[in-house]
């Protein structure tokens, strides 16, 4: 079955860097996007960006620009978010997310269980 | 970036009963939406995309309606695990943006 599975829980301070990353399972993994999209305490979902199978399209949205890198690795079908600079706003649930490889069809029908990053002093 | 926007913000109703849900956006993106479920603690879950196709597995009492700015999810019945927060995304432009939610809560 599909599977997208995150790395587990971090703890970071201020101004630290954060890497998350997201193995792919039961499915071919060059027919899908991955997208991360995160998820702050009582609040509801933000798109931050998305790797095409090959790595060759990478996308971020404007408020991350600059602070987010999305990889992947095509030998272990996983896909690395990370974060940098990190502030306590950047407390959240990340999750990756797949999309299929066709224009005009970024929905996601497959989720990562989560991965909880908590920024504090 | 296109404004998602979903209303209200909180549902409160009795099970089998018949719940309609909003979803407006600021510019027209056809019928490039999708809906979700989420319920508590876990990911979200897809319901419907390209604004009224059921994704694999969804019951038949979810549908999705509408085109270019303002669309809607009906559940025709409630059941007992249909109480959870529902969010939009539009997919036509980017960024991708999701609407803010509605909670469905029991009366």
């Known amino acids: 079955q599909v599977q997208l599975v995150q790395s587990g829980a971090e703890v970071k301070k201020p101004g630290a860097s954060l890497k998350v990353s997201c193995k792919a399972s039961g499915y071919s993994f060059k027919s899908y996007y991955i997208h991360w999209v995160r998820q702050a305490p009582g609040q509801g979902l933000e798109w931050m960006g998305l790797i095409s199978p090959g790595g060759d399209t990478i996308t971020y949205a404007q408020r991350f620009q600059g602070r987010v890198t999305v990889t992947g690795d095509t030998s272990t079908n996983t896909v690395y978010m990370e974060l940098s600079s990190l502030r306590s706003e950047d407390t959240a649930m990340y999750y990756c997310?797949?999309?299929?490889?066709?224009?005009?069809?970024?929905?996601?029908?497959?989720w990562g269980q989560g991965t909880l990053v908590t920024v504090s002093p | 970036e296109i404004v998602t926007t979903q209303s209200p913000a909180t549902l409160s109703v009795s099970p089998g009963e018949r719940v309609t849900l909003s979803c407006g956006v600021s510019q027209s993106v056809g019928t490039n939406l999708a809906w979700y479920q989420q319920r508590a603690d876990q990911p979200p879950r897809l319901l419907i995309y390209?604004?009224?196709i059921r994704a694999t597995g969804i019951p038949a009492r979810f549908s999705g309606s509408g085109s270019g700015t303002e669309f809607t999810l009906t559940i025709s019945s409630l059941l007992s695990e249909d109480f959870a927060v529902y969010y939009c995304?539009?997919?036509?432009?980017?960024?991708?943006?999701f609407g803010g939610g509605t909670k469905v809560e029991i009366k």
């Open positions: 995304q539009q997919y036509d432009h980017w960024p991708l943006t």
């Open positions: 390209g604004a009224s």
């Open positions: 997310a797949r999309s299929v490889f066709t224009p005009h069809s970024h929905w996601f029908d497959s």
